[in-house]
């Protein structure tokens, strides 16, 4: 059992609007994306794709403008030119455009109305794409199974979230999977990642921080932090296996790209509405309205990349 206390009762996840469900196309599985994957082994770099045409950028261009406002990033994507190729290559397929994300878990053992917003709010992101282009966007939520056992919390309490969360998104046409699944079946690339001599002091910082609020694991905080990192150079490499030809979102900043997928498309996306980026996993059950941006800087923890 996991030293940390669940707190919060039970809440019933409505669905979105109606409307809203209808803009965002579902896929319930968390199947690697595109052909060239298969049979391929994990040092097998992944096949070039076709060259977009004219078309396809310009519409990809008028799709990028709908969601890429202020009304949902938090500051400017990673690679707004790798965003652009992203979308072109779905619109040139007719497919909707894909997005991945992490969700992680805190203290509480079920979702409530902070996650209802949150997924609302990713619902509405949709709903712009689907206003543009017909085959709309189509969201996968990564359950960070990993993140939240290496926290210290129960299996028991870790499911019991999840498939809260799983209800909730699925009634919005979001996919999900559990990230432990992904990095299990990428065999070899799951096993090992070094520590990354290009890791800022400045990310450990923040993530000893974080560690030292957060985690509830064995051995010491700073333990708790490296063995985090580690996790996420794995991670990361799995992820972009897996979903090659998507947009990662995230609602960290920027100061921790060194943790998220380095060959996918970044947006840094705020979580509840604009100016809010706190994940609504770490909010209690019971809480005042919260802060915005312009009254709180979000601080980085892990489970929340």
Known sequence: MSGVACGGSAAALSPAPERQRAATNTIFNCKPSGDDRAGRSPAEPIKPSRVPSGDALASAGKILRAFNTWAFKREQPSDAELM??????????????PFVLYWGKGPRCDAGAHEVQCLDFLGALAARIAAVYAPGAALTLILTDTHAEHNGHSREHIRQYFDDVKMAAERRGFATCWLGHLVKAAGMLGTAAPLDAAVSQDMLGRLMASAQKWYQGPGTTEEGALTYLRM???????????????????????????????????????????????KPWF????????????????TPHPDAA
């Open 84 to 97: 652009l190729r992203t979308i072109a290559e779905a619109v040139a397929a007719a497919e909707p455009v």
């Open 232 to 278: 996420n150079l794995i991670e990361q490499r799995v992820v972009e296996r897996a979903f090659p030809r998507s947009i990662f979102v995230t609602f960290n900043g920027s100061e921790l790209r060194g943790l998220f997928p380095r060959h996918m498309p970044i947006f840094y996306m705020y979580s509840l509405r604009r100016g809010v980026a706190v």
């Open 283 to 298: 909010l209690p059950a019971q809480s005042t309205r919260p802060e915005s941006e312009d009254d709180r800087a979000p």
